[in-house]
């Protein structure tokens, strides 16, 4: 199951924690979104893990060098990588964020692992043996009793639980959250950050996780293995057709 991969999303989880008890500085990269040391650090371990254990593979990291699609668009596999996922909860100090790590194989999320280290959950996805969730972590000796496979809850046909914001939504999620009410006798509202969205639908915590704003395929791969890998789907809004990667746009 890729021990090494998720050896290294642990690593850097513990490198980003000893950044996050300290008062660290934030800069913005072009596109105005937020960067730390701790995201440089985490890709710096996660990249030099994925070149020694597989050299064959390539990298497409946030914080590493953006490639063109002309230099990718051969790939048939490759590794994707979100160092920290959810930098603004990371500067917010809620501990709502996660390290990413996605092998994409022709197109599609083949294993994936999320690491929330402030939480210090683990959900590793692996096509062949399923997906799975180990609290407490860094507790090595008892990392086998407290890992479960997923999903941990079944779905309530009377009850429709969907990760969203409960501040502030898009006119397409409202739309959304109001059909779910014509099939529901109550639709719950939960809010989660990162890529714990996704994870929240892999355990059977949430049913659905409308995303209608723009995304980067970092932002997306591992947790859509968690979900797929569980059981669950992830799809185009309102195309039906599975999310797909290493596209040109």
Known sequence: MHQKVVEAAIKAGKEIME???????????????????????????????????????????????????????????????????????????????????????EGKPVFGVVYAPALDHLYVADEEKGAFKTTSVTEKESIAENTIKL??????????????????????????IDELKLKYQEVEKISAGSSLKLCLVAEGEADYYPRYAPTM?????????????????????NEKNPLTYNKEV
């Open 151 to 176: 999903p941990l809850k079944d779905s309530n046909d009377k009850i429709a639980k969907v990760v969203a914001s409960r501040s502030h939504m898009s006119k397409e999620t409202e739309a959304f």
């Open 19 to 105: 950044i996050y008890e300290t008062d660290f500085e934030v800069e913005y990269k072009e596109d105005e979104s937020p960067l730390t040391v701790a995201d440089k650090r985490s890709h710096i371990i996660i990249k030099t893990a994925l070149q020694e254990n597989y050299p064959d593979i390539p990298i497409l990291s946030e914080e590493g060098s953006q490639l063109t699609y002309e230099e990718r668009q051969s790939w048939k596999e490759f590794w994707l990588v979100d160092p920290i996922d959810g930098t603004k909860e990371f500067i917010k100090k809620n501990g709502e964020f996660t390290v990413n790590i996605a092998l994409i194989r």
């Open 217 to 237: 395929e970092w932002d997306t791969g591992a947790g859509q293995a968690i979900v797929e890998l569980s059981g669950g789907r992830v799809e185009i809004a």
